[in-house]
Nanobody, 121 residues
Framework: QVQLVESGGGLVQAGESLRLSCAASGIFFSINAMVWYRQAPGKQRELVAAITWGGVTNYADSVKGRFTISIDNARNSVYLQMNSLKPEDTAVYYC???????????????WGQGTQVTVSS
Protein backbone atom coordinates (compact mmCIF):
# COMPACT_ATOMS: atom_id res chain seq x y z
CA GLN A 1 0.00 0.00 0.00
CA VAL A 2 1.26 3.47 -0.91
CA GLN A 3 0.38 6.50 1.18
CA LEU A 4 0.78 10.19 0.43
CA VAL A 5 0.99 12.59 3.35
CA GLU A 6 0.66 16.32 2.73
CA SER A 7 1.67 19.11 5.08
CA GLY A 8 2.29 22.83 5.08
CA GLY A 9 -1.16 24.30 4.61
CA GLY A 10 -2.47 27.15 6.70
CA LEU A 11 -3.89 30.64 6.87
CA VAL A 12 -1.91 33.51 5.38
CA GLN A 13 -2.54 37.01 4.13
CA ALA A 14 -2.49 37.99 0.49
CA GLY A 15 1.04 38.43 -0.79
CA GLU A 16 2.56 35.97 1.65
CA SER A 17 4.05 32.54 0.93
CA LEU A 18 3.49 28.93 1.88
CA ARG A 19 5.35 25.72 1.10
CA LEU A 20 3.43 22.48 0.75
CA SER A 21 5.08 19.09 1.10
CA CYS A 22 3.93 15.65 0.06
CA ALA A 23 5.79 12.48 0.98
CA ALA A 24 5.11 9.07 -0.56
CA SER A 25 5.63 6.04 1.65
CA GLY A 26 5.19 2.31 1.14
CA ILE A 27 6.72 -0.24 -1.15
CA PHE A 28 6.85 0.70 -4.82
CA PHE A 29 9.23 0.43 -7.72
CA SER A 30 8.68 3.74 -9.47
CA ILE A 31 6.47 6.83 -9.84
CA ASN A 32 5.88 8.53 -13.18
CA ALA A 33 4.94 11.97 -11.88
CA MET A 34 3.72 13.91 -8.86
CA VAL A 35 0.90 16.39 -9.26
CA TRP A 36 -0.68 19.07 -7.09
CA TYR A 37 -4.40 19.71 -7.52
CA ARG A 38 -6.68 22.09 -5.68
CA GLN A 39 -10.39 22.33 -5.09
CA ALA A 40 -12.14 25.46 -3.94
CA PRO A 41 -15.65 25.34 -2.44
CA GLY A 42 -18.24 24.86 -5.15
CA LYS A 43 -15.63 24.38 -7.87
CA GLN A 44 -14.14 21.42 -9.68
CA ARG A 45 -10.76 20.06 -8.75
CA GLU A 46 -8.10 21.61 -10.96
CA LEU A 47 -4.49 20.85 -11.75
CA VAL A 48 -2.05 23.33 -10.22
CA ALA A 49 1.37 21.94 -11.08
CA ALA A 50 2.97 18.67 -12.09
CA ILE A 51 6.48 17.29 -12.20
CA THR A 52 7.80 14.07 -13.69
CA TRP A 53 10.24 11.92 -11.77
CA GLY A 54 12.86 13.28 -14.16
CA GLY A 55 12.02 16.88 -13.27
CA VAL A 56 9.91 18.11 -16.19
CA THR A 57 7.35 20.59 -14.89
CA ASN A 58 3.97 21.91 -15.96
CA TYR A 59 1.87 24.69 -14.39
CA ALA A 60 -1.62 26.05 -14.60
CA ASP A 61 -1.66 29.51 -16.18
CA SER A 62 -3.12 30.98 -13.00
CA VAL A 63 -0.04 30.09 -10.94
CA LYS A 64 2.79 30.51 -13.45
CA GLY A 65 5.48 32.80 -12.09
CA ARG A 66 4.18 32.50 -8.53
CA PHE A 67 4.30 28.77 -7.72
CA THR A 68 7.25 26.40 -8.07
CA ILE A 69 7.03 22.62 -7.94
CA SER A 70 10.09 20.57 -7.08
CA ILE A 71 10.90 16.97 -6.34
CA ASP A 72 13.29 15.14 -4.04
CA ASN A 73 13.67 11.69 -5.54
CA ALA A 74 15.71 10.37 -2.63
CA ARG A 75 12.94 11.28 -0.17
CA ASN A 76 10.06 10.38 -2.53
CA SER A 77 8.73 13.86 -1.87
CA VAL A 78 7.31 16.72 -3.86
CA TYR A 79 7.04 20.35 -2.80
CA LEU A 80 4.97 23.31 -3.90
CA GLN A 81 6.43 26.72 -3.10
CA MET A 82 3.61 29.24 -3.31
CA ASN A 83 4.56 32.91 -3.41
CA SER A 84 2.49 36.05 -3.83
CA LEU A 85 -0.60 34.21 -2.70
CA LYS A 86 -4.00 35.59 -3.62
CA PRO A 87 -7.42 35.05 -2.03
CA GLU A 88 -8.41 33.07 -5.15
CA ASP A 89 -5.71 30.53 -4.27
CA THR A 90 -7.82 29.48 -1.29
CA ALA A 91 -8.63 25.79 -1.65
CA VAL A 92 -7.88 22.32 -0.40
CA TYR A 93 -4.65 21.23 -2.07
CA TYR A 94 -4.23 17.56 -2.94
CA CYS A 95 -1.12 15.65 -3.87
CA UNK A 96 -1.39 12.85 -6.44
CA UNK A 97 1.17 10.28 -7.48
CA UNK A 98 0.70 9.20 -11.09
CA UNK A 99 1.65 5.79 -12.38
CA UNK A 100 2.91 4.24 -9.17
CA UNK A 101 4.25 0.78 -9.92
CA UNK A 102 3.92 -1.73 -7.11
CA UNK A 103 4.28 -5.48 -6.85
CA UNK A 104 0.85 -6.14 -5.34
CA UNK A 105 -1.38 -3.54 -7.05
CA UNK A 106 0.33 -3.18 -10.40
CA UNK A 107 0.40 0.39 -11.68
CA UNK A 108 -2.12 2.92 -10.37
CA UNK A 109 -2.53 6.44 -9.06
CA UNK A 110 -2.71 7.50 -5.42
CA TRP A 111 -4.13 10.60 -3.73
CA GLY A 112 -3.26 12.33 -0.51
CA GLN A 113 -5.85 13.47 2.01
CA GLY A 114 -5.54 17.16 1.20
CA THR A 115 -4.36 20.22 3.08
CA GLN A 116 -6.26 23.48 3.47
CA VAL A 117 -4.77 26.72 2.20
CA THR A 118 -6.62 29.90 3.09
CA VAL A 119 -5.52 33.31 1.84
CA SER A 120 -7.16 36.35 3.41
CA SER A 121 -7.37 39.70 1.68
Amino acid sequence: QVQLVESGGGLVQAGESLRLSCAASGIFFSINAMVWYRQAPGKQRELVAAITWGGVTNYADSVKGRFTISIDNARNSVYLQMNSLKPEDTAVYYCKADGVRTLISGTRDYWGQGTQVTVSS
